[in-house]
């Protein structure tokens, strides 16, 4: 399920995503996900890809980088990453 797609989310609007796979030796799975409109995916929406894309006992995360590494090509995307072959480290389930 790579490439470029137009989708009617779990709430009614149409979700933009592009999704991609370790293109350019990078180990990353990375979806990309906007409304088309003002307003960013919400985290219904965002669940939603997620669940399309990766199964359930799959960690998928949502990076806040450094403001110094901030990119920001296209307004109002969020954007969802998975290291391939390797999980992310979560902290323990009673810190949270």
Known sequence: ?????????????KLAIIAGTGYDDIPWEHVSVSCGGRHPPNWQEMCWVKDQWWGDEETVVQFHPKRSQYVNLQQNTLHLWKRIGQDAELPPLNAV
């Not at 399920?1 to 609007?13: I, K, N, Q, S």
Request: proline content about 8%; overall charge positive.
């Open 1 to 13: 399920m790579y490439g470029a797609f137009v989708v009617l989310g779990p709430c009614g609007r």
